[in-house]
């Protein structure tokens, strides 16, 4: 059984920081490209990074360019997204996703297997 489990969110002021971390199981996490998604209240799920499977490709969303990074670890099955420079408009449940497919996919239609969310809530 897949399991996709995020931790590391809370509550942060505008300009801080927070570092993101998604435990994966029950699958082959070296062959999985890692994705992270957010949805904040009332809008759709986003798009925030993604990293393929031998960690060579990154993609980012034009909002989070430059401020957040995604990083992975296939030894210890674990994905991460550092978020610097945090704003209120980052606030939002973060999921981790993962994707047997070779391409970096910005789609969360593609993606295989979710985790549950953790929340990422930024005050001004």
């Known amino acids: 059984q897949v399991q996709l489990v995020e931790s590391g969110g809370g509550l942060v002021q505008a300009g801080g920081s927070l570092r993101l971390s998604c435990a994966a199981s029950?699958?082959?996490?070296?062959?999985?490209?890692m994705g992270w998604f957010r949805q904040a209240p009332g809008k759709e799920r986003e798009f925030v990074a993604a990293?393929?499977?031998?960690?060579?490709?990154?993609a980012y969303a034009d909002s989070v360019k430059g401020r957040f990074t995604i990083s992975r670890d296939n030894g210890k099955n674990t994905v991460y997204l550092q978020m610097n420079s945090l704003n209120p408009e980052d606030t939002a449940v973060y999921y981790c996703?993962?994707?047997?497919?070779?391409?970096?996919?910005?789609?969360?239609?593609?993606?295989?297997?979710w985790g549950r969310g953790t929340q990422v809530t930024v005050s001004s």
């Open positions: 996703a993962a994707d047997r497919k070779i391409v970096v996919s910005r789609a969360y239609e593609t993606y295989d297997y």
């Open positions: 990293r393929s499977a031998s960690g060579g490709n990154t």
């Open positions: 029950g699958l082959t996490f070296s062959r999985y490209v």
